[in-house]
């Protein structure tokens, strides 16, 4: 991974984030107006003293968050979507925004905004439905069931972390204390720690997590966005069939197409114009930063990696 030369500057960044109007801002705009919304509710309840604004407060994210009984989420049905933006802890919403800020951030330099919406959603879906599935089959969440309720936005970022990881497991990240480390190893390690920790305080939200990273996975694996414009050329059934039917009249069965092998000339010529594209590239990164960079720039700088 190449990393951004211009200066750091975490004010100037994080005000370009939030004024570029893409899906991933707009996700954590949306997570963080919630919970400032809950909060001032919170502390307004706290300094007049009263106890119906406190039950009122209560009532309203019980309401908004899923529950793990079916009794219940007959009811509230919508909760299975206003869940993955309620967040009521600081650190909660905290870390959930910066996990979701860095990998989606690399999602985006490989797949599409839509795309990224899509496995939000999904994986937030997928995670409710983990707990619940969950609190309503194992017999030791039986005499917890009729209070519990799930919250936050987890189980979409691991969903996201998932499946970019799995997408690009060669992407690097440089950790500290640890150095350089591919992003698929960090997905797999969080999978592992969910898991082992579901015997904790926390079962609900580990299970949720874990329905979250499975949909991630399986959204690559089996949709698989096989490139970048995949989800709008390639993402239905029929445009499947209908390039396979291409590809067999193009090359019938018996037909065999041969390439003539490169010479040893023409490959160091390949060679050096890669090498002048990578040098032009690497020039606009240290005048404009690597988000300077185009998406097909990017692509081509992460497959040029790969060959040394």
Same mark, same amino acid.
């Given at each position: 991974?190449?990393?951004?030369?211009?200066?750091?500057?975490?004010?100037?960044?994080?005000?370009?984030?939030?004024?570029?109007?893409?899906?991933?801002?707009?996700?954590?705009?949306?997570?963080?107006?919630?919970?400032?919304?809950?909060?001032?509710?919170?502390?307004?309840?706290?300094?007049?003293?009263?106890?119906?604004?406190?039950?009122?407060?209560?009532?309203?994210?019980?309401?908004?968050?899923?529950?793990?009984? @079916?009794?219940?989420?007959?009811?509230? /049905?919508?909760?299975?979507?206003?869940?993955?933006?309620?967040?009521?802890?600081?650190?909660?919403?905290?870390?959930?925004?910066?996990?979701?800020?860095?990998?989606?951030?690399?999602?985006?330099?490989?797949?599409?905004?839509?795309?990224?919406?899509?496995?939000?959603?999904?994986?937030?879906?997928?995670?409710?439905?983990?707990?619940?599935?969950?609190?309503?089959?194992? /017999?030791?969440?039986?005499?917890?069931?009729?209070?519990?309720?799930?919250?936050?936005?987890?189980?979409?970022?691991?969903?996201?972390?998932?499946?970019?990881?799995?997408?690009?497991?060669?992407?690097?990240?440089?950790?500290?204390?640890?150095?350089?480390?591919?992003?698929?190893?960090?997905?797999?390690?969080?999978?592992?720690?969910?898991?082992?920790?579901?015997?904790?305080?926390?079962?609900?939200?580990?299970?949720?997590?874990?329905?979250?990273?499975?949909?991630?996975?399986?959204?690559?694996?089996?949709?698989?966005?096989?490139?970048?414009?995949?989800?709008?050329?390639?993402?239905?059934?029929?445009?499947?069939?209908?390039?396979?039917? $291409?590809?067999?009249?193009?090359?019938?069965?018996?037909?065999? $197409?041969?390439?003539?092998?490169? $010479?040893?000339?023409?490959?160091?010529?390949?060679?050096?114009?890669?090498?002048?594209?990578?040098? @032009?590239?690497?020039?606009?990164?240290?005048?404009?930063?690597?988000?300077?960079?185009?998406?097909?720039?990017?692509?081509?700088?992460?497959?040029?990696?790969?060959?040394?």
């Amino acid at each position: 991974m190449i990393m951004n030369q211009s200066p750091f500057n975490p004010l100037s960044d994080a005000r370009n984030f939030f004024r570029s109007k893409s899906a991933l801002s707009y996700l954590v705009i949306i997570n963080i107006l919630v919970w400032i919304l809950f909060q001032v509710f919170r502390v307004m309840a706290f300094l007049f003293d009263d106890p119906e604004s406190s039950t009122a407060f209560t009532t309203v994210v019980n309401y908004l968050a899923v529950p793990a009984s @079916l009794s219940t989420l007959i009811y509230q /049905p919508w909760s299975l979507f206003t869940y993955m933006f309620l967040h009521i802890g600081i650190w909660h919403i905290l870390f959930n925004m910066l996990w979701l800020f860095w990998f989606g951030r690399i999602f985006l330099e490989y797949l599409t905004e839509k795309q990224m919406v899509w496995v939000y959603i999904l994986g937030g879906l997928a995670g409710a439905a983990a707990y619940i599935i969950a609190f309503n089959v194992f /017999p030791v969440f039986a005499p917890q069931i009729g209070g519990s309720y799930a919250m936050g936005a987890s189980a979409s970022v691991m969903a996201i972390v998932t499946a970019i990881a799995f997408y690009v497991p060669n992407y690097t990240l440089y950790l500290l204390f640890l150095g350089r480390v591919k992003i698929v190893y960090i997905a797999i390690a969080l999978f592992v720690l969910d898991f082992f920790t579901i015997p904790g305080d926390n079962a609900g939200g580990q299970i949720a997590h874990i329905g979250g990273a499975l949909l991630g996975y399986l959204f690559i694996k089996f949709i698989r966005p096989s490139s970048i414009t995949s989800y709008r050329t390639k993402g239905s059934f029929l445009s499947w069939i209908t390039q396979l039917v $291409t590809l067999r009249k193009n090359n019938p069965p018996g037909k065999r $197409t041969t390439r003539r092998p490169v $010479t040893d000339e023409e490959f160091n010529q390949q060679k050096v114009q890669q090498q002048k594209r990578i040098d @032009l590239i690497l020039e606009k990164i240290s005048k404009g930063g690597y988000d300077s960079l185009t998406r097909e720039e990017k692509e081509f700088l992460f497959k040029s990696s790969g060959k040394y």
